[in-house]
């Protein structure tokens, strides 16, 4: 057997996410789902090493001491994108849009664990298959995992996974329909052909991000890189933020309140990250913050995934798919009956309900695609591409895992 320290484990998680790009490259399936790369590639590492299990045999023993650190540091980055001028900047149809997901992901928690009930199962299984693998998609489930365990949830890391990847697909396969849906019956069409619309082929954080300020650029120093310089002060901001984070968890510990290690960290950067936005004191990095996120939730899953104990979840499959199937379809009924009614009864509102089930089901790359596909087709929408990545790709992160704190304690 192999036995991997926690270097090695972080280089075998490398490996793996890159052996997921070459696949997920060659696979059109995979890329036309939105099936992520590190999770193409973990999983594969997954079933190897549970099929060599059934076998009798045990290949590999990773050493994880490294996931709970990187998992933090993407949602330290999530923080950081939570501005209240942000917000504000995005008018009134951002509130509506961000207060609807957020009821619907309350709504999420309180079908599964009701269907859970009725099933004869726990129902912080049903929570587990509602918002927080939906709406917050596989990072979010697997970040609460250990807390669900701790709850009674027997192999919650694979059941996680495992609602994650139904969600993405589904929201995949339904959110193009939805829309042309509402399109085609109410005859909707773009107010105009805009030029200098958003790009449907634009990942989310781009376009959220388009509409930050520019990174500073750190005043030269002599015999010093500027760019070191830049990403030595988004790795301390990132750094600071999660030991404050870390303090703040103590505090929440104390009252006694169960949360997971990373709401600390995403408070203290969200707090930062609206002190910048008022003094202009620490002139935060965005861009790259964002990538060191996204670098970091890459690595995370695919270490999450190839460490998966698959074979404990083969008694829950049937009762899984009993309240996901209810979850779709709470959310194709909201999507097709009140997202456009709420976001203005118009062609942008359409393209929003198709994204809005992209998201509350998958992640935002299923909305940016789902909505790419109507605006190739019927014309551009800017109001939804403004609207539909600042809340799926940052918002709702952040008020998702306060709702799913506020169900584990209810339930734990």
Same mark, same amino acid.
Request: some cysteine.
């Given at each position: 057997?192999?036995?991997?320290?926690?270097?090695?484990?972080?280089?075998?998680?490398? #490996?793996?996410?890159?052996?997921?790009?070459?696949? $997920?490259?060659?696979?059109?399936?995979?890329?036309?789902?939105?099936?992520?790369?590190?999770?193409?590639?973990?999983?594969? *590492?997954?079933?190897?090493?549970?099929?060599?299990?059934?076998?009798?045999?045990?290949?590999?023993?990773?050493?994880?001491?490294? $996931?709970?650190? /990187?998992?933090?540091?993407?949602?330290?980055?999530?923080?950081?994108?939570?501005?209240?001028?942000?917000?504000?900047?995005?008018?009134?149809?951002?509130?509506?849009?961000?207060? #609807?997901?957020?009821?619907?992901?309350?709504? $999420?928690?309180?079908?599964?664990?009701?269907?859970?009930?009725?099933?004869?199962?726990?129902?912080?299984?049903?929570?587990?298959?509602? @918002?927080?693998?939906?709406?917050?998609?596989?990072?979010?489930?697997?970040?609460?995992?250990?807390?669900?365990?701790?709850?009674?949830?027997?192999?919650?890391?694979?059941?996680?996974?495992?609602?994650?990847?139904?969600?993405?697909?589904?929201?995949?396969?339904?959110?193009?329909?939805?829309?042309?849906?509402?399109?085609?019956?109410?005859?909707?069409?773009?107010?105009?052909?805009? @030029?200098?619309?958003?790009?449907?082929?634009?990942?989310?954080?781009?376009?959220? #991000? @388009?509409?930050?300020?520019?990174?500073?650029?750190?005043?030269?120093?002599?015999?010093?890189?500027?760019?070191?310089?830049?990403?030595?002060?988004?790795? *301390?901001?990132?750094?600071?933020?999660?030991?404050?984070?870390?303090?703040?968890?103590?505090?929440?510990?104390?009252?006694?309140?169960?949360?997971?290690?990373?709401?600390?960290?995403?408070?203290?950067?969200?707090?930062?990250?609206?002190?910048?936005? *008022?003094?202009?004191?620490?002139?935060?990095?965005?861009?790259?913050?964002?990538? #060191?996120?996204?670098?970091?939730?890459?690595?995370?899953?695919?270490?999450?995934?190839?460490?998966?104990?698959?074979?404990?979840?083969?008694?829950?499959?049937?009762?899984?798919?009993?309240?996901?199937?209810? $979850?779709?379809?709470?959310?194709?009924?909201?999507?097709?009956?009140?997202?456009?009614?709420?976001?203005?009864?118009?062609?942008?509102?359409?393209?929003?309900?198709?994204?809005?089930?992209?998201?509350?089901?998958?992640?935002?790359?299923?909305?940016?695609?789902?909505?790419?596909?109507?605006?190739?087709?019927?014309?551009?929408?800017?109001?939804?591409?403004?609207?539909?990545?600042?809340?799926?790709?940052?918002?709702?992160?952040?008020?998702?895992?306060?709702?799913?704190?506020?169900?584990?304690? /209810?339930?734990?």
């Amino acid at each position: 057997m192999i036995e991997l320290d926690l270097v090695g484990t972080l280089a075998a998680a490398g #490996l793996v996410l890159f052996a997921g790009y070459a696949i $997920q490259r060659r696979v059109p399936l995979l890329s036309r789902h939105n099936i992520p790369a590190p999770v193409v590639g973990g999983l594969i *590492v997954a079933l190897a090493i549970t099929a060599l299990r059934a076998a009798g045999r045990e290949a590999v023993r990773f050493d994880t001491t490294l $996931q709970p650190p /990187l998992m933090i540091a993407f949602f330290t980055s999530i923080g950081f994108g939570a501005s209240v001028p942000f917000l504000r900047a995005g008018g009134p149809a951002v509130a509506v849009f961000l207060g #609807l997901a957020t009821a619907v992901a309350v709504l $999420q928690n309180l079908m599964g664990a009701g269907v859970a009930a009725a099933i004869g199962v726990p129902p912080l299984l049903g929570v587990l298959a509602g @918002s927080v693998t939906l709406t917050g998609g596989p990072a979010t489930g697997l970040a609460f995992a250990p807390l669900f365990e701790q709850a009674g949830v027997t192999g919650a890391a694979s059941l996680a996974v495992a609602s994650g990847m139904v969600g993405i697909v589904c929201g995949g396969i339904i959110g193009g329909p939805i829309g042309t849906r509402l399109i085609e019956r109410y005859r909707m069409r773009p107010a105009s052909r805009l @030029s200098g619309e958003a790009h449907p082929r634009e990942s989310a954080s781009d376009l959220v #991000l @388009s509409h930050e300020p520019a990174d500073p650029v750190p005043p030269a120093v002599a015999g010093e890189d500027p760019g070191a310089q830049a990403l030595l002060k988004g790795v *301390v901001c990132l750094l600071a933020a999660m030991a404050l984070g870390a303090w703040i968890g103590k505090g929440f510990a104390a009252l006694g309140l169960t949360l997971p290690a990373y709401i600390g960290a995403m408070l203290a950067a969200a707090a930062l990250r609206n002190l910048d936005d *008022v003094t202009g004191w620490i002139r935060l990095p965005h861009r790259l913050l964002d990538d #060191l996120g996204n670098a970091a939730l890459a690595l995370f899953i695919a270490m999450a995934l190839m460490t998966l104990k698959l074979w404990e979840i083969a008694n829950l499959a049937l009762p899984l798919a009993v309240i996901l199937a209810a $979850q779709v379809t709470l959310v194709a009924v909201v999507a097709y009956l009140l997202v456009a009614r709420l976001m203005g009864r118009d062609y942008d509102a359409a393209v929003m309900a198709s994204g809005f089930v992209g998201f509350m089901l998958g992640t935002t790359a299923n909305a940016m695609a789902n909505m790419g596909a109507l605006t190739e087709r019927y014309g551009p929408a800017p109001r939804a591409y403004l609207v539909v990545p600042m809340v799926g790709a940052f918002f709702i992160d952040f008020t998702n895992a306060l709702i799913i704190v506020a169900f584990v304690n /209810l339930w734990k």
